[in-house]
């Protein structure tokens, strides 16, 4: 479980976010949304340790940490960053294991890629090479290879982005799945309202100039989210289209 307050982040001497304050949902999914440039990937990579914090506080798993110093003790998060950044000489599997603990040995390493290769659904391609898979199959190995880390909360920087419509709906409904089984929280970025429906227990809406947490929308469970004839139904429209109208209150206040 992990709580937020009051957290800000200065980039350049420009506050980028200012008293962002949350919680996430127990074994479940938070996406952020919000303007583009608003600061949703910047609050990844600050709970990632990549730019430091301010101000504000941290809790998780009932331990407290003052942000400021966050980035010295961050070990309860891994990135699957926007673009796979896959290395074209090595294979998926050898991409998969890098990821390995470096006190791990090779042939140990290399099994649990494996083991992490078939969660994905990509065993049968561990001995093909990036320029070989196609953008979809490159996407899970990036989750793989993050997940080979075994952080306690997995963070997504629009990881489907780039991905054609039909492509991008099965791996968001094979990511629940996924997460659902490995029993993991995560926060997803995402500008898509409905990837936010089909994958979010609860949508944080960034806005403002700093940004913090404008509104929170709550989903139905992630049993009735997994049902299609929901995803495609009357109750699904009427959510995405409350994230829609949240979402363009704050781009006619850019």
């Not at 409905?194 to 403002?208: M, Q, S, Y």
Request: proline share 5%; net charge neutral; hydrophobic share 45%.
């Amino acid at each position: 479980m992990i709580s937020a307050r009051g957290l800000q982040v200065a980039l350049d001497k420009k506050m980028i976010l200012s008293e962002v304050s949350f919680d996430s949902v127990h074994g479940g999914v938070a996406a952020v949304m919000g303007p583009s440039g608003c600061g949703k990937s910047t609050l990844l990579k600050s709970l990632m340790g990549i730019h430091a914090f301010d101000a504000g506080e941290l809790t998780l798993n009932d331990k407290k940490f003052q942000a400021v110093s966050w980035g010295k003790s961050q070990s309860f998060f891994s990135l699957v960053p926007q673009v796979p950044l896959l290395l074209p000489w090595r294979t998926v599997e050898q991409n998969v294991a890098l990821a390995a603990d470096l006190s791990i040995p090779p042939a140990a390493a290399a099994a649990q890629a494996q083991e992490l290769l078939h969660v994905v659904g990509l065993s049968d391609a561990k001995n093909l090479y990036p320029w070989q898979v196609s953008q979809g199959m490159a996407a899970r190995a990036s989750l793989a290879r993050t997940l080979m880390i075994k952080s306690d909360v997995l963070l997504l920087d629009e990881p489907f982005a780039a991905i054609d419509a039909t492509t991008r709906f099965k791996l968001q409904c094979w990511l629940l799945e996924t997460i659902s089984n490995l029993k993991i929280e995560a926060f997803i970025v995402t500008h898509d309202p409905r990837e936010a429906v089909i994958l979010a227990d609860e949508i944080l809406i960034l806005g403002g100039k700093p940004a913090k947490v404008v509104k929170k929308i709550s989903c139905p469970p992630r049993l009735t989210r997994r049902r299609p004839e929901w995803i495609f139904g009357q109750e699904a429209g009427e959510l995405e289209m409350q994230i829609r109208d949240a979402l363009q209150q704050e781009f006619n206040r850019v």
